[in-house]
Each structure stands twice: as structure tokens, then as C-alpha cells.
């Protein structure tokens, strides 16, 4: 059953499901003794379908168009662009703090002094310390939701770790002021504080962001794609995946406007200092509390239903003991763990949970495509800050282009939301979660070459050589020298590849949800958010090679491996595009409504059969007969 966000009330389809009242008497008359078949008739038998799950013949005629999404859905996209707009307007500049020096001839705080080509600057710990930071820090935020995901599934709810994760935010963001405070910098004791503040913040965000994209989801009323009859006349399919689409979009909109806002604090940091960086972001964090007060009682909240965990691995189990590992990925490994093929009673799981864990460990092989694309999308590690550098800045924070990233997906999402998809759904062109990937995937293989060739003219030009990003490549004065190619040509890469996201990161997210079973879906949307963990891994990993003169590796490598990496994603998922977008729980639902309406109708049950051959359900179905 559908159900209204908030309400807790049966959704129904708005105008047309419920709005047959009187439409025996019209079927009744007669003339000459036979049924009068009209249009009206042939209208009454679509309006007895909506609600209805779309027999095959339907799903390759009719229009496919998203669902409405509830006002709370939108409220809660705006707890995201809260918490990112806090947590990327400090972030933006925790590498300038860690890598550069006070400024000479600077105010103390940070900025640099006006009218030179220095970068904001506190700790001076150089570009390999700056990058552990920040990788470790990144990779925490990242690898931990595991654990967060797994206790809202079983313990909590994702409600109450969502306002966990907020309450130590607030902590961290109060540690990150006092050691950006000046007198705390001079003293050279600001490392700690600043240590303890970051780590926090990652904390925070592994218990937050696991469980606010699947609570999100959960306010999505439409599970499962259902046919509605627009006031027009015309016949539709009310997406599912549409419809999540749509709110994913909307979800990834704000959370980049959110990440915008490290272009003010990167401003902050090179005017007035990290003091004031770290402070604005702190007052946007103050909208959370309130904010999630106020929508409490209007969302959907799905209880903890204890983990599946265990049965997941029992399954794997059966599975293994049968067929052993070199079974895996082959067809039929999973059958064996069916109590209908292996006839066994004394399981506990059914077919269809099966089927569940089969789905969740797909989801799980997609995700392990991701690490490579998200070093793509700006460079292994902190190779981009070392490259921005390297370059003229004339007075632009050096840090500051990466915020274009967020800016052209800002520009880029209504495009796709209200222009591209519409458009292909209109003229009936599937374009599934599998290709929409594989695009992303490969595009950012292929506009990343541009870092590597940004990066070789930089050390060709730079006065220093191949060790332009050194800490050493300093004139007279002690002000730093750079190559004459401008900071901005990074531009082309940054805004090409963040394109790219919308591709991968907002499908990722609807494919966590929903090939995962319901007591597992805050555990595996933080597998979707691992793979980025394992990026950032790599990035920690690579900290000592991240510098000159290797820093153009950096950028070259990932970009062949990812191309090679997006053709064999393909070919390795391109048939789960022919799957439908149902959640676990609705299958069976599903297959009664199919089962019941082949029964009353066996000619629909043969154009489902039939391969392109179209039937004209007006020939076949009684007038007055409903399904």
C-alpha cells in the first residue's frame, strides 16, 4: 500500500483511482439486447488499472513520467545543504591551514599580505602532512558509516543517528574555531585542537550521512511503478525510478549549492583569516537543530528492524558450500539458497530474501567501480592543491577553483531533471541506472586528461622546474614564484568531470536504496559511500608520492585505468538495465497483481509473452469486466 509522507494514510492516485463511481450503471444499458461498448467504456477499463503495477505490453507503450514529491522530501534536502554548506565551507580550507606557513608580512590569522601571489597559511606541515590530513580525515568520513548505517538499521533508526551526527558536529565546529583563533596559531599549539576538531567532524559525519539519503528515500510515496490516467486522457506510468530520480536530483542540488559555499570561506580565509573560515560555516550548522525539531513528526520513520546481516552471510554460506568459490558471478550460484530448489524447510529466509542479497551484493560489485572515478573526478589525493600551487593566482584563493565542481553540477542538474530525462522518457528512450553510469564513468576518464597536461606546462614554465609545488620555491623576499599559466585554465577539468557526477553519484544513491533489503539499507547506502573511503584510502596511501616531480602520475595513471575500468563495468552490469524498479518488500506485491490481472485477462498475459507483437486490449477484454 502506498502511503502518504507524514500522514501515515493510504496514498492514492490524485483524481482518477477512486473516481468510478457510477460506472456499472453506464456498462448496464443496452441496446438490442447487447452491451453497449463506447469510448467511455474503454476509459473505465483504464481507470480500473491505475494504481496498478504495468503489464509488459504497458511498460513498452506508455509514457513514463515521476510521481509528486512530498513537501517534506524538499524540507529534508535542506538538512543536507545545511550540514554540506557547513561542512565543505570548512573543509575548503583545512589544506592551506595544514601546508602553508603564516604569510610574511600577513596579519597573523592566516591571510596573506595584499597584492602578493602567497595563499592563506598556518600550520606550515608541507604538502605531505597536509594531504594524510586530509585523506585520513576524508577517509574516516567515508569507511566509518558503516558502522553508523548498521546501528540505525538495527538499533536506532536512521532519525535519531542522523540527530546524533549533528549534535557532535556542533562540538567539532566549536574545537576548529578555538585553534584558528591567532594568538592560538602564533603559539604553535594550534595543531592539536585542530586535529581533534577534524576527526570529530568525520565522526559526525559517519553517523549523519549514511541515514539521511535512505530516510529520504523513505518519504519517495511511490515504491513501485503504478499506471495513472492524467486529467488529459492519456494513459502514463508513474515511475518509481523517476521518481526517486527526481528527489535524488533535487537531494545532490543542495548539496552542492551547499558545497558552493567554500568559495566565501576560502575568500575568508585569504582576507580576514581561518578564524573567521571556520565560524561563518558554524552559523549555517545552527539551521540543523531546529530544522529537524520541526520535521520529526511529519516524516515517515522507518523502526530499526534488527540486522539481516547474518542471514546475509548464512545465504553466502549455502551458496559457497554448494557451489564453492568459483562459482561466483555465475549463473545460478544464488539458487542454491533457495528453500524451493534446495527443498529444505528449516530456513530462515524465504525465495525472495534471496533474491534480496543477491541484488544487495550486485549493488555492492557497481560500488567497487567508484573509487577510481571519484580519483578522477579532481586528482589522486591532494595532487590538485599541489598543482593550484604552481600557477598564477593574481589574488584568487588558490583553493578556490575547486568550488567550480559544485557551481556547474548546481548548473547542470535542472538541465538533466527538467530537459534531458524528460526528454528521453517522452520519446520513450530507456536510459537505466547501469548506462547512465557507464557514461559517467567514462566521460571522466576522458575529460580528467586534462589535469596531466595542466600539470606538465606548469613544471615547463615554473621557475623552479619539477619542483614547483615546494615550499622552497620562494624569490629574495621570500614570496612565492609560479608558472605564468593562469589557476584558472584548472576550470576545464573541474567543471567537465563534475558533470559527470550527476551520471554516478545521484544514481548510486537510488541503487543503494533499492536493491537492498529494508533492514539493510542504511548498511549498504555506506557501502556506496566506502567506495569513496577507498579513494581517499588510495590518496592516504600515495601521500609520499604526491610531490615533485611525480605529481603528473598522479593524475595520468587514474585517467588510463579508468577508461579501461568503464568498459568492463559495462559489459559486467549492462543487463540489470532490463530490471524494474521495485523495492524488495513490494515484489510480491508485484507478482499477485501480475498473477491476478493474467488470470482475468489471458490476452494481457500473451502480449506480455509476445516480442514486440502489439494486441488491441479493446478486442480482448469484456467491457465490463475489471481487473
Same mark, same amino acid.
Given at each position: 500500500?502506498?502511503?502518504?509522507?507524514?500522514?501515515?494514510?493510504?496514498?492514492?492516485?490524485?483524481?482518477?483511482?477512486?473516481?468510478?463511481?457510477?460506472?456499472?450503471?453506464?456498462?448496464?444499458?443496452?441496446?438490442?439486447?447487447?452491451?453497449?461498448?463506447?469510448?467511455?467504456?474503454?476509459?473505465?477499463?483504464?481507470?480500473?488499472?491505475?494504481?496498478?503495477?504495468?503489464?509488459?505490453?504497458?511498460?513498452?507503450?506508455?509514457?513514463?513520467?515521476?510521481?509528486?514529491?512530498?513537501?517534506?522530501?524538499?524540507? %529534508?534536502?535542506?538538512?543536507?545543504?545545511?550540514?554540506?554548506?557547513?561542512?565543505?565551507?570548512?573543509?575548503?580550507?583545512?589544506?592551506?591551514?595544514?601546508?602553508?606557513?603564516?604569510?610574511?608580512?600577513?596579519?597573523?590569522?592566516?591571510?596573506?599580505?595584499? /597584492?602578493?601571489?602567497?595563499?592563506?597559511?598556518?600550520?606550515?606541515?608541507?604538502?605531505?602532512?597536509?594531504?594524510?590530513?586530509?585523506?585520513?580525515?576524508?577517509?574516516?568520513?567515508?569507511?566509518? @558509516?558503516?558502522?553508523?548505517?548498521?546501528?540505525?538499521?538495527?538499533?536506532?533508526?536512521?532519525?535519531?543517528?542522523?540527530?546524533?551526527?549533528?549534535?557532535?558536529?556542533?562540538?567539532?565546529?566549536?574545537?576548529?574555531?578555538?585553534?584558528?583563533?591567532?594568538?592560538?596559531?602564533?603559539?604553535?599549539?594550534?595543531?592539536?585542537?585542530?586535529?581533534?576538531?577534524?576527526?570529530?567532524?568525520?565522526?559526525?559525519?559517519?553517523?549523519?550521512?549514511?541515514?539521511?539519503?535512505?530516510?529520504?528515500?523513505?518519504?519517495?510515496?511511490?515504491?513501485?511503478?503504478?499506471?495513472? &490516467?492524467?486529467? &488529459?486522457?492519456?494513459?502514463?506510468?508513474?515511475?518509481?525510478?523517476? &521518481?526517486?530520480?527526481?528527489?535524488?536530483?533535487?537531494?545532490?542540488?543542495?548539496?552542492?549549492?551547499?558545497?558552493?559555499?567554500?568559495?566565501?570561506?576560502?575568500?575568508?580565509?585569504?582576507?580576514?583569516?581561518?578564524?573567521?573560515?571556520?565560524?561563518?560555516?558554524?552559523?549555517?550548522?545552527?539551521?540543523?537543530?531546529?530544522?529537524?525539531?520541526?520535521?520529526?513528526?511529519?516524516?515517515?520513520?522507518? @523502526?530499526?528492524?534488527?540486522?539481516?546481516? /547474518?542471514?546475509?552471510?548464512?545465504?553466502?554460506?549455502?551458496?559457497?558450500?554448494?557451489?564453492?568459490?568459483?562459482?561466483?558471478?555465475?549463473?545460478?550460484?544464488?539458487?542454491?539458497?533457495?528453500?524451493?530448489?534446495?527443498?529444505?524447510?528449516?530456513?530462515?529466509?524465504?525465495?525472495?530474501?534471496?533474491?534480496?542479497?543477491?541484488?544487495?551484493?550486485?549493488?555492492?560489485?557497481?560500488?567497487?567501480?567508484? @573509487?577510481?572515478?571519484?580519483?578522477?573526478?579532481?586528482?589522486?589525493?591532494?595532487?590538485?592543491?599541489?598543482?593550484?600551487?604552481?600557477?598564477?593566482?593574481?589574488?584568487?584563493?588558490?583553493?578556490?577553483?575547486?568550488?567550480?565542481?559544485?557551481?556547474?553540477?548546481?548548473?547542470?542538474?535542472?538541465?538533466?531533471?527538467?530537459?534531458?530525462?524528460?526528454?528521453?522518457?517522452?520519446?520513450?528512450?530507456?536510459?537505466?541506472?547501469?548506462?547512465?553510469?557507464?557514461?559517467?564513468?567514462?566521460?571522466?576518464?576522458?575529460?580528467?586528461?586534462?589535469?596531466?597536461?595542466? &600539470?606538465?606546462?606548469?613544471?615547463?614554465?615554473? @621557475?623552479?622546474?619539477?619542483?614547483?609545488?615546494?615550499?622552497?620555491?620562494?624569490?629574495?623576499?621570500?614570496?612565492?614564484?609560479?608558472?605564468?599559466?593562469?589557476?584558472?585554465?584548472?576550470?576545464?577539468?573541474?567543471?567537465?568531470?563534475?558533470?559527470?557526477?550527476?551520471?554516478?553519484?545521484?544514481?548510486?544513491?537510488?541503487?543503494?536504496?533499492?536493491?537492498?533489503?529494508?533492514?539493510?539499507?542504511?548498511?549498504?547506502?555506506?557501502?556506496?559511500?566506502?567506495?569513496?573511503?577507498?579513494?581517499?584510502?588510495?590518496?592516504?596511501?600515495?601521500?609520499?608520492?604526491?610531490?615533485?616531480?611525480?605529481?603528473?602520475?598522479?593524475?595520468?595513471?587514474?585517467?588510463?585505468?579508468?577508461?579501461? %575500468?568503464?568498459?568492463?563495468?559495462?559489459?559486467?552490469?549492462?543487463?540489470?538495465?532490463?530490471?524494474?524498479?521495485?523495492?524488495?518488500?513490494?515484489?510480491?506485491?508485484?507478482?499477485?497483481?501480475?498473477?491476478?490481472?493474467?488470470?482475468?485477462?489471458?490476452?494481457?498475459?500473451?502480449?506480455?509473452?509476445?516480442?514486440?507483437?502489439?494486441?488491441?486490449?479493446?478486442?480482448?477484454?469484456?467491457?465490463?469486466?475489471?481487473?
Amino acid at each position: 500500500m502506498l502511503m502518504n509522507a507524514g500522514t501515515n494514510q493510504p496514498h492514492t492516485i490524485p483524481d482518477t483511482e477512486f473516481a468510478l463511481a457510477g460506472t456499472d450503471a453506464v456498462l448496464s444499458e443496452t441496446k438490442g439486447g447487447l452491451p453497449i461498448t463506447t469510448e467511455a467504456t474503454e476509459s473505465t477499463e483504464s481507470l480500473d488499472r491505475d494504481g496498478l503495477f504495468p503489464n509488459d505490453e504497458e511498460k513498452k507503450t506508455l509514457r513514463r513520467i515521476p510521481g509528486k514529491v512530498p513537501v517534506v522530501a524538499y524540507l %529534508l534536502c535542506f538538512v543536507e545543504f545545511a550540514e554540506r554548506s557547513s561542512w565543505y565551507g570548512v573543509t575548503q580550507v583545512f589544506g592551506n591551514f595544514v601546508n602553508r606557513k603564516l604569510p610574511i608580512g600577513g596579519n597573523g590569522a592566516g591571510a596573506p599580505a595584499k /597584492g602578493t601571489q602567497d595563499t592563506a597559511g598556518a600550520l606550515g606541515k608541507g604538502t605531505a602532512i597536509s594531504n594524510a590530513i586530509k585523506q585520513s580525515y576524508q577517509m574516516i568520513a567515508y569507511v566509518l @558509516p558503516i558502522l553508523g548505517g548498521w546501528l540505525a538499521d538495527t538499533k536506532t533508526g536512521r532519525f535519531k543517528m542522523v540527530c546524533y551526527g549533528v549534535a557532535i558536529f556542533g562540538v567539532a565546529h566549536v574545537i576548529l574555531i578555538i585553534a584558528a583563533i591567532p594568538k592560538v596559531i602564533q603559539s604553535g599549539k594550534a595543531f592539536g585542537p585542530f586535529a581533534l576538531g577534524v576527526y570529530s567532524l568525520a565522526i559526525g559525519a559517519a553517523a549523519f550521512k549514511p541515514n539521511v539519503s535512505p530516510m529520504l528515500l523513505d518519504q519517495n510515496p511511490y515504491p513501485k511503478s503504478v499506471l495513472h &490516467t492524467l486529467p &488529459t486522457g492519456e494513459r502514463v506510468i508513474i515511475d518509481a525510478e523517476a &521518481t526517486s530520480e527526481r528527489i535524488m536530483l533535487w537531494f545532490y542540488l543542495l548539496i552542492n549549492i551547499g558545497g558552493f559555499f567554500g568559495v566565501a570561506t576560502s575568500y575568508l580565509a585569504k582576507d580576514v583569516g581561518f578564524w573567521a573560515a571556520f565560524f561563518v560555516p558554524t552559523i549555517l550548522y545552527m539551521i540543523l537543530p531546529p530544522l529537524l525539531w520541526y520535521l520529526k513528526p511529519r516524516l515517515v520513520l522507518k @523502526p530499526p528492524g534488527g540486522s539481516d546481516l /547474518g542471514r546475509v552471510f548464512k545465504v553466502l554460506g549455502v551458496c559457497l558450500s554448494k557451489g564453492g568459490i568459483w562459482r561466483v558471478g555465475r549463473h545460478g550460484f544464488w539458487d542454491s539458497a533457495k528453500p524451493s530448489v534446495n527443498g529444505r524447510t528449516d530456513l530462515p529466509w524465504d525465495d525472495q530474501f534471496v533474491l534480496d542479497v543477491k541484488r544487495t551484493f550486485q549493488a555492492t560489485g557497481i560500488f567497487c567501480f567508484f @573509487p577510481i572515478f571519484n580519483i578522477n573526478d579532481g586528482g589522486l589525493g591532494a595532487a590538485a592543491d599541489a598543482l593550484s600551487v604552481m600557477l598564477t593566482t593574481n589574488g584568487v584563493p588558490n583553493d578556490l577553483l575547486g568550488n567550480l565542481n559544485p557551481l556547474m553540477i548546481i548548473v547542470a542538474i535542472p538541465v538533466f531533471n527538467y530537459g534531458i530525462y524528460p526528454f528521453l522518457r517522452k520519446h520513450k528512450i530507456h536510459y537505466g541506472p547501469i548506462a547512465r553510469i557507464f557514461t559517467g564513468l567514462l566521460l571522466c576518464s576522458i575529460f580528467s586528461v586534462g589535469w596531466p597536461v595542466i &600539470t606538465y606546462y606548469a613544471y615547463k614554465t615554473s @621557475p623552479c622546474g619539477n619542483h614547483a609545488s615546494s615550499l622552497d620555491c620562494l624569490d629574495a623576499d621570500g614570496n612565492s614564484m609560479v608558472s605564468p599559466i593562469s589557476i584558472w585554465v584548472t576550470a576545464v577539468p573541474v567543471m567537465l568531470t563534475a558533470v559527470c557526477e550527476i551520471l554516478v553519484n545521484v544514481t548510486a544513491y537510488g541503487l543503494a536504496y533499492s536493491r537492498a533489503p529494508k533492514n539493510m539499507r542504511g548498511l549498504v547506502s555506506a557501502l556506496n559511500l566506502l567506495s569513496t573511503g577507498v579513494s581517499y584510502a588510495i590518496g592516504l596511501g600515495t601521500s609520499y608520492v604526491i610531490q615533485d616531480p611525480f605529481i603528473i602520475w598522479a593524475f595520468g595513471g587514474p585517467t588510463i585505468i579508468g577508461f579501461v %575500468l568503464a568498459f568492463v563495468f559495462w559489459f559486467t552490469f549492462k543487463h540489470l538495465d532490463k530490471e524494474e524498479y521495485i523495492l524488495s518488500e513490494h515484489m510480491k506485491e508485484v507478482e499477485e497483481e501480475e498473477a491476478h490481472t493474467a488470470s482475468h485477462n489471458p490476452a494481457l498475459e500473451t502480449a506480455g509473452r509476445s516480442s514486440g507483437s502489439e494486441v488491441d486490449e479493446e478486442k480482448h477484454i469484456d467491457a465490463g469486466e475489471k481487473l
